[in-house]
């Protein structure tokens, strides 16, 4: 699937790249991204795909609901929860792995913890969260948007934006700066590749490093005229 300007809509153009590589590109382009605070539940996690976003409140009076939105998520889209960062109740129990699983999503990142992780764990479905706690959320918290901007580990994430994760955490890339940090967060996999190939060969590490510029690599590069002074 493509989208505007010839772009994998699926975000396969970062499926390869660890979440280190693109974190040091937005660090380039001085874009915050790095989801802080976030563990996957597993080793061996990975995944690149959109955000389908859900924002959460403390609950009213009377409680509303803490959401269907499962229903509406495309296969390969990353359920991404804010929930202000609340380790006393979940968002996501073992119904909701179990329905996902079997559409096709991608994962779930939660500004939050998770229950249930034993049906994650055995259909290996990816979750990125503060932790995992047994109390539900209901009565608790209540949805307040569905595909709406949302805060997650201290960064802006909009609908769409794409998802990198792994055994590091995971990074929220903006489509508006998603070509430039594929091609940025490619030219250095592509640099670090040759500083490894260089001191595997015999090359100290320092060598290996000044030959390929190694400390400049994720320093971010003045694009403003009021930044280069």
């Given at each position: 699937?493509k989208?505007?300007?010839?772009r994998?809509?699926?975000?396969?153009?970062?499926?390869?790249l660890?979440?280190?590589?693109?974190?040091?590109?937005?660090?380039?382009?001085?874009?915050?991204?790095?989801?802080?605070?976030?563990?996957?539940?597993?080793?061996?996690?990975?995944?690149?795909?959109?955000a389908?976003?859900?924002?959460?409140?403390?609950?009213?009076?009377?409680?509303?609901?803490?959401?269907?939105?499962?229903?509406?998520?495309?296969?390969?889209?990353?359920?991404?929860?804010?929930n202000?960062?609340?380790?006393?109740?979940?968002?996501?129990?073992?119904?909701?792995?179990?329905?996902?699983?079997?559409?096709?999503?991608?994962?779930?990142?939660?500004?939050?913890?998770?229950?249930d992780?034993?049906?994650?764990?055995?259909?290996?479905?990816?979750?990125?969260?503060?932790?995992?706690?047994?109390?539900?959320?209901?009565d608790?918290?209540?949805?307040?948007?569905?595909?709406?901007?949302?805060?997650?580990?201290?960064?802006q994430?909009?609908?769409?934006?794409?998802?990198?994760?792994?055994?590091?955490?995971?990074?929220?890339?903006?489509?508006?700066?998603?070509?430039?940090?594929?091609?940025?967060?490619?030219a250095?996999?592509e640099?670090?590749?040759?500083?490894?190939a260089?001191?595997?060969?015999?090359?100290?590490?320092?060598?290996?490093?000044?030959?390929?510029?190694?400390?400049?690599?994720?320093?971010?590069?003045?694009?403003?005229?009021?930044?280069?002074?």
């Open positions: 699937m989208r505007a300007g010839g994998d809509a699926s975000g396969h153009g970062f499926a390869e660890g979440t280190a590589t693109v974190s040091d590109a937005l660090d380039r382009l001085g874009r915050p991204g790095a989801l802080h605070g976030l563990a996957p539940l597993a080793e061996g996690q990975r995944f690149a795909g959109r389908f976003t859900v924002r959460y409140v403390t609950a009213g009076s009377p409680p509303g609901t803490v959401g269907d939105y499962i229903d509406d998520i495309e296969p390969g889209e990353v359920a991404v929860l804010d202000a960062g609340r380790t006393d109740c979940t968002v996501w129990g073992d119904i909701l792995t179990a329905v996902a699983h079997q559409k096709g999503v991608a994962g779930t990142v939660i500004d939050g913890v998770c229950r992780t034993h049906r994650a764990l055995g259909l290996g479905y990816p979750i990125y969260s503060r932790g995992r706690f047994m109390r539900t959320g209901k608790r918290v209540e949805v307040s948007g569905v595909g709406v901007p949302v805060s997650v580990g201290g960064v994430v909009r609908p769409g934006d794409l998802i990198v994760a792994d055994g590091d955490g995971a990074v929220a890339v903006p489509r508006d700066a998603e070509a430039e940090v594929l091609e940025i967060a490619t250095i996999a640099v670090e590749a040759r500083i490894l260089d001191a595997l060969g015999g090359k100290s590490i320092a060598d290996a490093r000044a030959a390929h510029g190694y400390h400049l690599l994720q320093r971010r590069t003045p694009t403003r005229p009021e930044e280069r002074r």
